[in-house]
């Protein structure tokens, strides 16, 4: 049985992978960490309180509120991709289910603590909470059994700057100090959720007749996200990237190819801040230090969400 801690700016997909995770046959959701991001930081926490109740888990996973802010810089939220809520302007109810007292980067680094080499770390969302427990106990880096991010973009356009993806962006200084960590992660980055991760017109009418608590969940939380695709990709479609990372998670045969890379963040201050920078050709001649996703499954990933949204499991 997978065991996962799951760090979050909960808004739009990462509620669906969330979601996944409830719903993973072989797996439990040890936590919720909330980071800084999407938009507001405690309608994140809202958001992830309330995916666990439509989810029918209130109560059985807690959510521990973490960074507000980056480690060094500001940054901007972007209602103007999920809406004002995260939710597609859902404006839903508050959940039961209230979040703990205690602070995410503390329970981070109890949960590791308390089970070396037992607990998957996924993050889909910008790292400072992340960065900041390894900066309080760096032990946990050898006690993380496999580490996971949605984040940066290999050798593509950026979607916050030309240069870089939004988690990254975000917090630049605390990517770095991930990827410098030594927890060698599995990079999922932008550009495979631009190839494999964009539901067509067809496919959401598919998912519009399904009719289930999830698959209406799933069209509301995305309502914003397919409006802002058409309006600045010229594209009719919602792009699934927290989801995509998480079916790769608990599932590795969605990650069809991956090839061991050298990965640095440019945190300088100048148009490439937030950029990962991928050794293509080991230039650098430094240790690999990251594996990255370089394809995926999209019919896998498609068999999974459907399954999931018609109330299966995954
Ligand atoms: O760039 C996409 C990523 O940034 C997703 O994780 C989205 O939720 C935002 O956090
Ligand atoms: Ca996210």
Known sequence: ???????????????????????????????????????DFDQHVKNALYTIQVAGKSGKVPVYPGARNPLLRTFRTVEEVHGNDGMGNSNFPLARQRAESKHAVDAIV?????????????????????????KKDPGIVKKIRR?????????????????????????????????????????????????????????IADIEKIGTTESKFFLAVNRQVRRYMKQEYKQDGIVCTDSLTM?????????TETRQRFVEVDNTYGPSRGATIVDELGILKKKPNTKV??????????????????????
């Open 247 to 255: 079916a790769v998670v608990l599932n590795p045969r969605v990650a």
């Open 147 to 203: 580490f996971y991010f949605m984040g940066g973009a290999n050798q593509y356009l950026g979607n916050t700057t030309p240069a870089a993806e939004f988690n990254i962006w975000v917090d630049p200084d605390a990517a770095k100090i991930v990827m410098e960590s030594g927890l060698h992660p599995t990079m999922l980055g932008w550009e495979i959720c631009m190839r494999h991760g964009i539901l067509g017109p067809g496919e």
């Open 110 to 134: 109890e949960t590791i603590n308390s089970n070396p080499g037992e607990i998957d770390f996924v993050e889909i969302a910008p790292m400072t909470n992340l960065a900041l427990a390894i």
């Open 1 to 39: 049985m997978r065991r996962i801690l799951l760090d979050t700016d909960t808004a739009g997909d990462d509620t669906i992978a969330i979601m996944m995770a409830l719903k993973a046959k072989d797996a439990v959701l040890e936590g919720i960490t909330i980071n800084c991001g999407n938009v």
């Open 293 to 314: 996703v370089y394809s995926a499954s999209g019919v896998l990933f498609r068999k999974m969400l459907l399954t999931m949204l018609n109330g299966g499991l995954v």
